[in-house]
């Protein structure tokens, strides 16, 4: 098996956007891993979308600073679907950690 990493930083804003493709499906790969942090030195509130379009304060709240990991480890099984973000004000900043294998 093939363990790929991906790491990228996005600037979020009022509108839902997707920040993670979903892996149902695409070329047999699966998330082992995922890691997700609000790096605004603000107090920009992000909110987080798992199969769904982000809602403000709707799911998962990840205030300034705050981070939020999903593992394979201990036989939970990170989520697969898309993962989207909105931010309670534009300049936002996030950053994403996330393995795939195929």
Known sequence: ???RINQRSFTIG??????AKAMYGFQ???RISMIIK???????VITLG???NAI???GLVL??????????DGGYIPPQGQVTAIASAA???????EEVEN
């Not at 300049?91 to 950690?97: D, E, G, N, V």
């Open 1 to 3: 098996m093939e363990k």
């Open 14 to 19: 009022t509108s839902s956007s997707e920040i």
């Open 28 to 30: 047999g790969s699966r």
């Open 38 to 44: 609000n790096t605004s030195t603000a107090s920009e």
């Open 50 to 52: 798992i199969d769904k």
């Open 56 to 58: 403000t304060g709707e």
């Open 63 to 72: 205030n300034a600073g705050e981070t939020i990991s999903f593992s394979q």
């Open 91 to 97: 300049t936002a900043k996030l950053s994403l950690y």
